[in-house]
RNA sequence: GGCGCUAUGGUCAAGAGGCUAAGACGUCGCCCUCUCAAGGCGAAAUCAUGGGUUCGAUUCCCAUUAGCGCUACCA
C-alpha cells in the first residue's frame, strides 16, 4: 500500500500573518488534497517572547478565509494532538535527554558575552564566527562549579565532523552540505524549550510528515535537521524548498512594499479565490495555458515538480486583474455585500437599508461591478451617486457648460425628463435623441454638457446608466447648480 | 567573511541541445464609444557576462557578476 502523503504548515504566531506564509500554505494544502492526503496544522510558539494568541487566531482566520482547511491540528484536533509546540516540552525533553545519555548533545554554559566574544574575535581573524566546543568535554566537576555559580545551561547538538550531509529536495534536487561548517547548535534553551530546529524534527517525525513543503529561508537549517533525524535514528521526511516571494525592488517582501498580510488584502476588499488563484501562479506553473483557476482546478493541475527554483516578485498589478475577474463572477447580492463596508466607512450607507433603498443601492453599486479591481475601489466608482455637491472638475469642464448651446440643451433635456421619468438606459437615449432633434446638435454636444452639469466631471459611466438612477429631481437639482456655478443662467 | 539557493521581456513564466523563444499581467497603438473604463484587434519588449562541451547551446559544465537566504538560547 502507498503510504499516505502527509504535509504540514507550522507557522510561527508572531505577528500578521504574511502572504508568503499563505502560499506556502497553500501549497501544501494543494499537494496534500491532490494525493488525497492530510494536511497538518501545527502552531510552532516556541518563541515566548515573540508568540501570540491573537496572532495564532490571525492565522487560523486568515487560512479559513483562503478556504485552506487543514485535517489534523490546533481546533480540529486529530491523533497526534496536542499540536501546539508548548504543549508538547515533555517530548521534547525526553529527546534531549536520550541525546545527552548518547553523548550526541551536552550541556553548555557559555553566557551570551562569553559567545559574543568569541564571535568577535573569529569575526576579527577573518573566519566564520561558529559555536567552537568550549563546553563539548566539561568535566563533571567543572558542570558541578558552573552550576553552583547558578548558570542555567543550554543544551547543545554535537555535530559530527567531516560528513557530508545530503538533503533531498523536490524542487532543488539533492542539495549537499559538509557538517564541518556547522557549529554544535543549541537544541534546548536555558528556560528549557526546544529550539526551532529541534521541535520542527521532532514533531515532524512524531506526526508522521511524509513531506516537508516550506519556504527557502529554511533550506540552510535543514542540513541540521538531517543531523538530529539521523542521530535519533528518524526516517527522513522528502523536502521541498519553495523560493521566496520578493518586493518590487527585488527584495524580500516587508511593510514598505504596501500591503503584505493576508488580512489586508481582506480588508481591501480582495476575494480569496483570487488570492489563491494568484498566489498559485506565483512560484508554479500549470501545463497549459491557463490562468484563472479554480481550487478545484488547482488541486487537480497541481504537482510539486511544477514549482519554480527561482523566487518571484509580488505583481500587484496581476492581483488586481485576477480579482477583477473574480469580481465579474459575483451575483449583483454579492457584490453589495463586498461592497458594504467599504461604502459604510464612507459614510454613504448605515448598512441597515432594506426594501426600495436597498433595491436602489444594490443597482447603484452593480454599475461599478465592472470597473473595480477590489472592494476598497467601489466607494470611488459610486461617489456621484452619493455627493449631489461637487465642484466643477477644471476650466475645460466649466467651458463644456459655457457653450451657447447649454441652454437650450438644457431647457430640452429637463423638459424632456420630466416628460419620460426614464426608468431604464432604452429610455434614457430615447429622450436623448429628441433632445438631439429639437437643438439639432450632434451626440457629443449634448451629452458633454448633461455628463458635467450632472457630475461635475467630463469622464464616467454611461449618462443612460447614470439617469434612472439618479431620477428626474437630483438630475434638475444638479443641473441648475452646475449651471450657476459656470455662470450660465438659464430660465426654466 | 563562510556556506547555500537562484538567474528567459518591466513582472509572472513556458521551454528541458536545432523553435519565427509560448501564454498572461502591465505598457503602447487601433477599433468600439458622449467621455472614462470594460471589451475586441494588433505591436513593442527577454535568454546576466565570460569560458568550455558539442556539428550546434537559452537549454549541459565551470568561473564571474548580481539578487536572496542561512550562519541566534528567532522561526
Redesign the pocket.
Known amino acids: 500500500m502507498e503510504k499516505e502523503v502527509r504535509v504540514r504548515f507550522?507557522?510561527?504566531p508572531?505577528g500578521p500573518f504574511h502572504i508568503g506564509g499563505a502560499r506556502s500554505a497553500l501549497f501544501n494544502y494543494l499537494l496534500a488534497k491532490k494525493s488525497k492526503g492530510k494536511l497538518i496544522l501545527r502552531i510552532?510558539d516556541?518563541?515566548l517572547e515573540?508568540s501570540s494568541r491573537e496572532s495564532e487566531e490571525n492565522i487560523k482566520a486568515a487560512l479559513r478565509w483562503l478556504g485552506l482547511d487543514w485535517d489534523e491540528g490546533i481546533d480540529v484536533g486529530g491523533p497526534h494532538a496536542p499540536y501546539r509546540q508548548t504543549e508538547r516540552l515533555e517530548l521534547y525533553r525526553q529527546y534531549a535527554q536520550q541525546l545527552l545519555a548518547a553523548g550526541q548533545a551536552y550541556y553548555?554554559y557559555?553566557?551570551?558575552e562569553e559567545?559574543e566574544a568569541e564571535?568577535q574575535s573569529l569575526l576579527k581573524e577573518?573566519?566564520?564566527?561558529?559555536?567552537m566546543g568550549r563546553c563539548r568535554d566539561l568535566s563533571p566537576e567543572q558542570q558541578a562549579a558552573f552550576e553552583s555559580e547558578g548558570r542555567?545551561?543550554?543544551i547543545r547538538f554535537r555535530v559530527p565532523e567531516h560528513q557530508e550531509i545530503a538533503v533531498r529536495d523536490l524542487v532543488?534536487?539533492t542539495?549537499?552540505?559538509?557538517s564541518d561548517?556547522i557549529?554544535d547548535?543549541?537544541i534546548m534553551?536555558?528556560?528549557g524549550?526546544?529550539?526551532?530546529?529541534f521541535?520542527?524534527v521532532i514533531d515532524d517525525h512524531a506526526m508522521n510528515i511524509t513531506h516537508v513543503i516550506r519556504a527557502?529561508?529554511?533550506?540552510?537549517?535543514t542540513p541540521r535537521q538531517c543531523l538530529i533525524y539521523d542521530a535519533l535514528n528518524f526516517p527522513q521526511p522528502v523536502f521541498g524548498?519553495i523560493?521566496?516571494i520578493?518586493g518590487k525592488d527585488?527584495?524580500?517582501m516587508s511593510k514598505r512594499h504596501g500591503a503584505t498580510s493576508v488580512d489586508q488584502y481582506r480588508r481591501l476588499g480582495y476575494l480569496p479565490e483570487a488570492i489563491v488563484n494568484f498566489l498559485a501562479?506565483?512560484?508554479?506553473?500549470p501545463?497549459g495555458?491557463q490562468?484563472i483557476f479554480s481550487k478545484d482546478e488547482l488541486i487537480a493541475a497541481f504537482s510539486m515538480d511544477?514549482v519554480?527554483?527561482?523566487?518571484?516578485?509580488?505583481?500587484l498589478?496581476?492581483l488586481?486583474?485576477i480579482d477583477q475577474h473574480y469580481i465579474r463572477r459575483l451575483s449583483v447580492e454579492e457584490f453589495y455585500e463586498l461592497a458594504k463596508p467599504h461604502l459604510r466607512e464612507k459614510g454613504y450607507i448605515t448598512g441597515r437599508e432594506t426594501g426600495k433603498e436597498l433595491e436602489w443601492l444594490q443597482r447603484v453599486t452593480a454599475t461599478a461591478q465592472?470597473?473595480v479591481a477590489y472592494g476598497a475601489q467601489i466607494p470611488a466608482a459610486v461617489s456621484l451617486y452619493f455627493e449631489d455637491e461637487f465642484p466643477l472638475e477644471d476650466e475645460e469642464a466649466k467651458a463644456v457648460l459655457c457653450d451657447p448651446a447649454v441652454p437650450a440643451v438644457m431647457e430640452n433635456f429637463l423638459r424632456e425628463l420630466a416628460k419620460a421619468e426614464p426608468e431604464d438606459a432604452p429610455s434614457v437615449k430615447a429622450v436623448f435623441k429628441t433632445v438631439q432633434k429639437a437643438t439639432g446638435l450632434k451626440?457629443?454636444a449634448v451629452?458633454?454638457p448633461v455628463?458635467v452639469a450632472l457630475t461635475g466631471k467630463?469622464?464616467?459611466?454611461?449618462?443612460?446608466?447614470i439617469i434612472p438612477l439618479l431620477g428626474e429631481k437630483r438630475c434638475r437639482k444638479r443641473i441648475e447648480a452646475s449651471l450657476a456655478k459656470a455662470g450660465v443662467k438659464v430660465n426654466f
Open positions: 507550522a507557522p510561527s508572531t510552532e516556541t518563541d515573540r553548555c557559555c553566557t551570551d559567545l564571535r577573518g573566519k566564520m564566527p561558529r559555536y542555567k545551561p543550554t532543488r534536487g542539495v549537499v552540505f559538509d561548517n557549529g547548535f543549541v534553551k536555558s528556560d524549550l526546544p529550539t526551532y530546529n521541535a520542527v527557502e529561508e529554511h533550506l540552510s537549517n524548498h523560493s521566496l520578493l527585488h527584495t524580500k501562479l506565483l512560484g508554479w506553473a501545463p495555458e490562468e511544477r519554480a527554483k527561482n523566487p518571484a516578485v509580488f505583481d498589478d496581476k488586481n486583474w465592472e470597473h451626440g457629443k451629452f458633454m455628463r467630463q469622464h464616467g459611466p454611461e449618462l443612460a446608466a
